[in-house]
């Protein structure tokens, strides 16, 4: 097996942290694989973390999280065996044997070239490479699959047959079988692969092989894959008949007669119907669901198409669709479902998705191993899954297994997503069953509440009906002939319509809900969005709740103003828009007009007492200084920016963060004295100072060159500036020196005092001296229209992921909270608000950057847009608002 990642650089990852416990069983490990001769010690560049993670029955397995390097490796397009010509092939089968290999991808030897790449490292044992090839490596399956088909190879057809490690060997007779299988076994042998006889079944006349039963009529379906729909229990509540009939309409497309066969089930969702389950409700229900179980909904894969995998978790249970879109159509392969054990139902909700998942991509790996597949999913947080970083435990089991899959995850709104929903739910107790009493509008509604789905709201009075509420009362008591959709109970109104936004989630055909007024409307919009069990939830999700019992004219729009203006929400949630704040780059047009600072450390103390360094650098020609600090209070830094003044002259502005060694009397005094303006960059802004860019090429640079005991940081720091000083710059097309001294600094190194030595000596005259200061000016000149279009190629770029955001004088907005954990005041940055306010904008200080006041007219400091947003206040004025717990 060889591993190609054409000309990446090594990925040198560091080993994850693990328990004492934990690192003894990776120790035994790694002795038994240098025992088998499996792995090597190594000096590869290249290192993976390892992991342990448990089994299904509780044992540890040794795995390598090869994520990073699958990520740079180039893939091999070598096909898979169409499964659907195979499957054809298995007929008249009388005989039938299947083989297992043990550890199959570790009987295949790596190529010396591509060792390396899978080395691996473990505290307190040392350095490893593979000698095979390992487990999660992304071209793995690939090479298994050409090695099969030089062991099984056409000459074998029709009657064996290797997909992977399953291998087949299927003959109408007896004789005929006891050869093929003598001859897979040789070949197998000479190949050096070894069995696993456990796994391995002979001469059996009936077996499973890849999803379906092979015998001697040939192919059929697993009744395992049917199952849980031909196990549907029958439905003991509106609710869970609900769920079954929103399953089937999901796929009425292939149930022409689904209205006619549904009608017995949906009378009993009618008004004021009496829950009676008698034979047409049974009947009815036991023909969809052979309907859902046969063609032409159930069919057989067609590998030429690719599969989708549709899964859910409830509470209580998993389940699955296996589906392919055919000709615009979802034909299901197979279902699966399966209930929670009583620790799996302790798992977050999150945790419960990526189990289905997991667990959904082991039951239908014979479809989807080796083939690119979809996963759709009503979780949109599962996506941090195939990016999760430090894994450990159960997550870190579910992150190595997916490595050797080739999927994508997509997001289906849950109101879309019918069939695996109902499925994960077969093992819900709807509790007891309804009464015979009569089951009118308000048992319906009752139900509902009691299932959390919508908030309830108390009894509508006289006093709170509107106008236009009067006047639907009126029509629907006085001209009920006209009216039918509109009915009256105990005084309140109810109106029987179907709403679009809801389908799946509605009955089919619609259903009765209660008429709101105005005056009642907020309540019932914040009771459904403010609760715990509510979860501050979104637009469309909190529509979805509420519509399915209630309905007033606008709703949609007054649910979204609602949630717009919701406090809590514009604090806490995360922005779903581009960020915002146009890039405006400052036009400098001479040397030393705008010099910006910034201090690099605390480092190391140094051998001669340095702990930090000062960053000049001038905005113009992009000279550069490093200054050694042994302090970095104020009157150090004056100190150096007066001696900068002397070297290069008073600048206009000298630009830097708000830190206390820059904001402070000493510096104000001293710009007062030589008349230049200290300008200051908004608060967790760092980019609007230039210098940044400058700093993030000095860090690595003293990374490279610092020695081990971190003390001589501060021996190279004239180099440094020589190098930054003496090279062209991209944006102005001329080195520092050029611009500063019109001529580039003299290189130190042998081959100038060679070139010199062949040189004749030459000193320039007055006039010569004046043509050099010319060409000096046009070199400035130039560098400024230079400069310029940098500028506006940098602000370009910038800004075209970005949206324009303005704010006047006089708005409210919120600001970025950036407080820090604490776990001294018990406090978790996590779990504390993202912004806090609001607050005031008093002045507009540049085009990006606003002073604000908080409500009660105290300075609250100069604040970027980018760390802003609109305030939507609801309709009173604000008089408080959300600020951070551990501000005050």
């Not at 005084?491 to 319509?497: A, K, P, Q, S, W």
């Not at 912004?835 to 085009?847: A, C, N, R, T």
Request: with cysteine; charged share 25%; aromatic share 10%.
């Amino acid at each position: 097996h060889g591993i190609d990642v054409g000309d990446a650089q090594p990925i040198r990852q560091k080993p994850y942290p693990v328990s004492p416990k934990i690192l003894t069983a990776i120790h035994q490990e790694v002795d038994r694989l240098l025992t088998e001769g499996i792995i090597v010690r190594s000096r590869s560049p290249w290192s993976s973390p390892t992991v342990m993670v448990k089994k299904p029955d509780g044992s540890l397995r040794f795995c390598i999280d090869f994520r990073k390097i699958n990520a740079v490796t180039r893939k091999d397009a070598y096909p898979l065996p169409n499964m659907t010509s195979l499957l054809d092939g298995l007929q008249q089968a009388q005989f039938l044997s299947k083989v297992d290999l043990k550890e199959a991808y570790l009987q295949i030897p790596l190529d010396a070239g591509s060792r390396e790449i899978t080395a691996f490292s473990v505290p307190g044992k040392g350095h490893y490479h593979f000698l095979r090839m390992a487990f999660g490596l992304t071209n793995g399956p690939a090479t298994f699959q050409r090695l099969m088909d030089t062991i099984i190879d056409p000459s074998m057809a029709p009657y064996c047959f290797a997909y992977l490690d399953d291998i087949l060997i299927a003959t109408p007779d007896f004789a005929l079988h006891v050869h093929y299988l003598e001859l897979v076994l040789t070949r197998l042998r000479q190949a050096g692969l070894k069995i696993n006889e456990e796994k391995c079944e002979f001469g059996c006349r009936e077996l499973r092989y890849l999803g379906f039963i092979v015998d001697k009529e040939g192919m059929r379906t697993d009744p395992e894959k049917t199952s849980c729909i031909r196990e549907f229990p029958t439905p003991r509540t509106i609710r869970a008949l609900r769920r079954f009939l929103g399953l089937c309409s999901w796929y009425r497309r292939f149930i022409p007669d689904l209205a006619t066969l549904s009608e017995p089930l949906n009378s009993l969702l009618r008004k004021q119907r009496k829950w009676v389950w008698g034979d047409a409700q049974e009947k009815a229900f036991q023909s969809l669901k052979t309907k859902l179980t046969s063609a032409p909904l159930l069919s057989r894969p067609q590998f030429e198409y690719p599969f989708v995998l549709q899964t859910d978790a409830s509470s209580t249970g998993l389940g699955a669709v296996l589906v392919q879109q055919i000709d615009q159509r979802e034909h299901v392969i197979a279902y699966a479902s399966r209930t929670l054990s009583s620790a799996e139902r302790k798992y977050s909700v999150t945790e419960r998705e990526c189990l289905a998942v997991i667990w959904a991509v082991r039951k239908f790996r014979p479809y989807l191993e080796g083939y690119s597949f979809t996963i759709i999913t009503d979780h949109s947080s599962l996506r941090w899954l195939q990016n999760l970083k430090n894994p450990t435990g159960r997550l870190a089991r579910w992150a190595l297994e997916l490595q050797g899959w080739d999927f994508r995850l997509e997001y289906r709104p849950g109101a879309f997503h019918h069939v695996p929903d109902a499925l994960s739910r077969l093992g819900e107790d709807d509790g007891d069953c309804p009464s015979d009493e009569g089951l009118g509008l308000q048992r319906v509604f009752e139900a509902d509440n009691q299932a959390g789905e919508v908030a309830a709201v108390g009894t509508i009075r006289s006093e709170d009906a509107d106008p236009w509420y009067q006047n639907k009362i009126q029509n629907a008591m006085n001209h009920p002939e006209s009216h039918p959709d509109w009915q009256v109970e105990q005084g309140e109104l109810y109106v029987h319509r179907f709403d679009p936004k809801l389908e799946g989630l509605d009955e089919p055909g619609g259903s009765w809900k209660l008429v709101v007024p105005k005056a009642r409307r907020q309540e019932i919009i914040s009771e459904n969005h403010d609760r715990p069990e509510c979860g501050h939830l979104g637009t469309n999700k909190t529509y979805n709740r509420i519509a399915r019992s209630y309905f007033w004219p606008g709703m949609f729009r007054d649910v979204y103003r609602y949630v717009k203006r919701c406090r809590s929400c514009q604090c806490h949630k995360y922005e779903q828009q581009r960020p915002t704040g146009f890039m405006n780059p400052r036009r400098v047009v001479g040397p030393w007009e705008v010099v910006a600072a910034d201090l690099l450390g605390p480092y190391p103390r140094s051998s001669l007492g340095h702990k930090y360094i000062l960053v000049f650098q001038d905005q113009f020609t992009k000279w550069l200084e490093l200054i050694p600090l042994r302090a970095a209070t104020g009157k150090v830094i004056a100190d150096q920016v007066r001696k900068l003044i002397y070297r290069w002259g008073v600048p206009n502005t000298l630009l830097s963060d708000r830190g206390t060694p820059f904001l402070n009397k000493v510096l104000t005094e001293l710009a007062e004295t030589y008349q230049f303006h200290c300008e200051y960059t908004p608060p967790y802004h760092p980019q609007a100072n230039f210098v940044e860019r400058a700093n993030r090429t000095v860090k690595p640079m003293l990374t490279t060159f610092v020695g081990e005991n971190q003390r001589d940081w501060d021996r190279y720091l004239p180099e440094f500036m020589f190098a930054l000083n003496s090279i062209k710059q991209d944006s102005t097309g001329y080195s520092p020196a050029f611009l500063n001294f019109g001529r580039e600094l003299p290189q130190p190194n042998t081959w100038r005092e060679r070139i010199s030595q062949n040189l004749p000596s030459k000193t320039e005259t007055p006039l010569e001296w004046a043509r050099r200061f010319d060409i000096l000016l046009n070199v400035r000149t130039q560098a400024e229209e230079n400069l310029a279009q940098a500028s506006h190629r940098q602000a370009s770029n910038y800004n075209r992921n970005r949206r324009k955001m303005a704010f006047k004088v006089g708005v409210f907005v919120l600001r970025r909270v950036y407080t820090l954990s604490s776990a001294a005041k018990h406090y978790s940055a996590r779990l504390g608000p993202r912004y806090e306010g609001p607050f005031k904008v008093v002045k507009i200080l540049s085009p990006t950057t606003y002073q604000l006041a908080n409500l009660r007219g105290r300075n609250a400091g100069q604040w970027h847009v980018t760390k802003l947003k609109p305030y939507h206040a609801p309709t009173e004025p604000p008089t408080s608002g959300i600020h951070h717990p551990m501000a005050e």
